[in-house]
């Protein structure tokens, strides 16, 4: 049987920067096809995607994930090397241990755990990973469920393994995330001396007025199921280098976490109106990186709720917030999906962690959904 301490450090100790892969995939289509699964790698350009399968009865059951992680920053600000894992204190380090090469490790020890205790099972089991999940996504999760439709295969539950939990673990669970739309902004201006302002246009002093508004504007207040709508100045970029020069122009990074009390139009629709009050030469392009989603699906909703109860005692919290996951793609094709994963303190920071007795219990967690959706 496979140990969920040794199978996460094996994933941690491969430095899979997104969109790399660079074997964690071959290592779980390994263990996968040895616990019978069909496994079918789905690579997309440079990225590395797969799907596996056990049996073929409904209704279907997928574990989502991905491989890839975000890149460590300094390695001298790290305790230990971030793609050497070390247990220190009964706590797994490494790039990945909580986001989410430990929910990966779990999940298939979980379904290990499952299939030899429950061979005949109801249903089928199905695991969805792509290395594109930390970066530009489209030609990962997005791509295998266009190959899944046209294989006329339907997935009918999923559990994403993302770092869910906040305080402990269990506390929180998601059904369902906020929407994300990006906006690049680039301001005109007109490049000149410092020292005869009257002859340029600095688009840095035009800008400011607009972005303050646009940054104290309330887009909505939410609703029982969503927190607020934010946006958030992510970048800001302007001159030449030289002290002594006005730039020609300024480019303005906006991202907008939204809920489904705005829409994409709505906001870029009242950004832009902004711009317009204040006289502002600009130009804008908008992306959709998601839409909202909420899971409502009792089904799927209480075996997730009732699992976390039943291994660690806790009634978790459902929520919406944070950034998003590739769950908004399986949502969008009809699946219900819950996110449910560790604790989210340490993602993508300097010596991210897990307790590895939270890898344990995250094991569980998995096996006992399992268990509520296919013995019950």
């Known amino acids: 049987m496979l140990n969920v301490l040794t199978l996460a450090k094996e994933l941690i100790s491969i430095a899979s920067l997104t969109p790399k892969d660079l074997g964690c995939q071959t290592i779980l289509m390994h263990h996968l096809t040895a616990m019978g699964f069909t496994c079918q790698s789905m690579p997309n350009n440079k990225i590395s995607n797969f799907w596996a399968k056990r049996g073929d009865a409904k209704p279907l059951f997928v574990f989502a994930g991905h491989t890839d992680v975000v890149p460590s920053g300094p390695l001298d600000a790290w305790k230990s090397d971030p793609f050497v894992p070390e247990v220190r204190d009964g706590i797994l380090y490494?790039?990945?241990?909580?986001?989410m090469k430990g929910a990966l490790a779990a999940m298939l020890v979980a379904t290990e755990r499952f299939i030899h205790d429950h061979p005949h099972h109801n249903g089928s089991i199905g695991f969805l990973i792509t290395s594109a999940e930390e970066g530009p996504?489209?030609?990962g999760t997005p791509f295998v469920l266009k190959e899944l439709a046209q294989m006329d295969?339907?997935?009918d539950w999923c559990v994403v393994g993302e770092a869910s939990s906040s305080?402990?673990?269990?506390?929180?669970i998601k059904n369902g995330r906020r929407g994300s739309l990006t906006g690049t902004l680039k301001i005109i201006g007109k490049q000149g001396h410092v020292a005869y302002p009257e002859l340029a246009c600095n688009p840095i002093h035009q800008a400011l007025p607009a972005l303050t508004e646009i940054t104290n504007t309330s887009w909505d207040t939410g609703n029982e199921y969503f927190p607020p709508s934010s946006l958030q100045i992510s970048n800001l970029n302007s001159g030449t280098g030289a002290s002594n020069v006005i730039p020609g122009d300024m480019t303005v990074l906006i991202n907008i976490r939204f809920c489904p009390e705005s829409t994409p139009e709505s906001i870029s629709q009242r950004v832009e109106a902004i711009l317009k009050k204040h006289n502002i030469n600009y130009h804008v392009d908008w992306h959709v990186y998601g839409t909202p989603y909420l899971t409502t699906e009792e089904q799927l909703l209480t075996a997730c709720q009732q699992a976390v109860q039943q291994v660690t005692g806790l009634h978790p919290q459902l929520a919406t917030d944070g950034g998003t996951?590739?769950?908004?793609y399986i949502a969008a094709h009809g699946t219900p999906v819950i996110e449910v994963g560790p604790s989210n303190r340490t993602i993508h920071q300097i010596d991210e962690c897990i307790l590895v007795a939270e890898l344990d219990t995250l094991c569980d967690i998995y096996y006992q959904i399992l268990v509520n959706l296919f013995m019950k």
């Open 153 to 155: 295969e339907h997935i």
């Open 94 to 99: 490494g790039r990945g241990a909580a986001d």
């Open 325 to 328: 996951s590739d769950g908004r």
């Open 137 to 139: 996504s489209d030609e």
């Open 167 to 172: 305080h402990a673990l269990g506390d929180v």
